[in-house]
């Protein structure tokens, strides 16, 4: 991440969000929506401040949200977390990411994660001196899988943690029960630890079901499941996250989170735990959401790119070799000018040069969370291409 000369790399998500402003193209690189949250909730985090929640709040998080979390995971998914010892608030999922990958594996560990990879695991296995090993989705007509014989083969009595994550950016796989087993089999038979990153928990569209892999026989025990409040509640700025899990993992990574942030946001936190009660908001996003993405991916397909159409996540992988585009970062870089458009190259998503970068080189993450009319325009100007 450090360069040579000292500079430090921008994100992706940096990099193509400042491109789309030097550019004015229109930005379906970051996943970030252009419609808050709900009102209601903004209005509890602004009566938060008002009433003096300004100050450090409890390190493991406000009772009031851990309350929340552990009510979230029974109410949607059986799931029993005990909110005093087992639930820990973050700074977003990100900081969950990092402080359990810092608490639980170092050097001599590894770290298996699929491949493409949400930037940050990467970053945070480097920094806790882990090795980062990878197991491929591989690209099909209907969704991207994950290669169950590379996963047997990846996981080893040497791999500490298997971090997991569905539904999946960027391809927008949900995995099904079938992979999942497969997972925790693996997980149960080298003792390994199962980290799940769930932000997308609820943006899953046609009759697609989420399941978290702590729902499965034997799993509760070793795994930490970590969310956002971010993508669920259309709020990604204020960087609410949480994790559970039992309470040793949870207290370890809580002894790690206590000297990255010791505490996250006060007035956020009540603000987050009214929402979270709220089972409509994410229902109703969700099934916007399905809309823009048909409406984005049949825009895609009509301007030549080959799709893959994400069973989740607000995001869509678009394959551009049908137009003559190979290189899915060069095509990033001219996409401002050639469409006025701004998206992710998957290569991003991937260890650089590795077998999955080659194979997705010529593929371009889109996000659909973003207004109708926007998506519209986005469309038009991509017919453009072909
Ligand atoms: N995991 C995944 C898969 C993500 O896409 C993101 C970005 N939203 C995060 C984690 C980080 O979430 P947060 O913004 O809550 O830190
Ligand atoms: N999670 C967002 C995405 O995948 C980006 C978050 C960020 O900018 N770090 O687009």
Redesign the pocket.
């Known amino acids: 991440l450090l360069r040579p000369d000292g500079t430090v790399a921008a994100?992706i998500?940096?990099e193509m969000?400042d491109l789309a402003r030097r550019t004015g193209a229109i930005n379906l690189?970051?996943?970030?929506p252009d419609v808050d949250g709900p009102a209601t909730v903004k209005h509890a985090a602004q009566r938060a401040i008002a009433e003096g929640h300004n100050q450090y709040p409890p390190g493991p998080g406000v009772l009031e949200l851990r309350n929340a979390i552990s009510d979230h995971q029974y109410r949607h998914y059986g799931l029993d977390a005990d909110p005093d010892t087992e639930v820990l608030v973050t700074t977003g999922a990100?900081e969950a990411l990092a402080a359990t990958i810092l608490a639980l594996a170092g050097p001599g560990d590894d770290v298996v994660t699929l491949e493409p990879f949400?930037?940050?695991y990467a970053a945070s296995i480097a920094l806790a001196g882990a090795r980062h090993v990878t197991v491929p989705l591989v690209p099909g007509p209907h969704r991207f899988a994950l290669d169950v014989d590379a996963l047997r083969a990846a996981v080893t009595d040497r791999t500490r943690i298997i971090l997991v994550n569905s539904p999946h950016?960027?391809t927008g796989t949900v995995l099904t029960l079938d992979e999942l087993d497969a997972i925790a089999s693996v997980a149960r038979r080298h003792d390994a630890l199962v980290v799940t990153d769930e932000?997308y928990e609820h943006l899953v569209y046609d009759d697609v079901e989420h399941v978290p892999i702590a729902t499965l026989p034997g799993m509760r025990g070793r795994t930490l499941t970590i969310s956002s409040a971010?993508?669920t509640f259309s709020f990604?700025g204020w960087k609410v996250g949480w994790l559970h899990g039992p309470a040793p993992l949870v207290t370890a990574v809580r002894t790690v989170k206590q000297f990255l942030t010791y505490a996250s946001g006060a007035p956020f936190q009540p603000a987050i735990a009214d929402a979270l009660a709220d089972d409509e908001t994410p229902r109703a996003l969700a099934h916007s959401l399905a809309t823009r993405r048909d409406l984005l991916c049949s825009g895609l397909v009509e301007a030549g790119f080959q799709v893959v159409v994400p069973q989740g996540t607000y995001?869509v992988v678009a394959d551009g070799a049908p137009l003559g585009f190979d290189d899915g970062v060069a095509l990033c870089r001219e996409l401002p000018d050639l469409a006025g458009v701004v998206g992710?190259p998957v290569a991003a998503f991937c260890t650089p040069g590795s077998a999955t970068a080659r194979a997705l080189a010529s593929r371009v993450?889109f996000?659909f969370v973003k207004r109708e009319d926007v998506l519209r325009d986005a469309v038009g100007r991509l017919g453009r291409l072909g």
Not at 29 to 32: D, E, P
């Open positions: 994100t998500f940096a969000t690189g970051q996943g970030a990100t949400y930037d940050s950016n960027p932000v971010g993508k990604t995001f992710v993450r996000t």
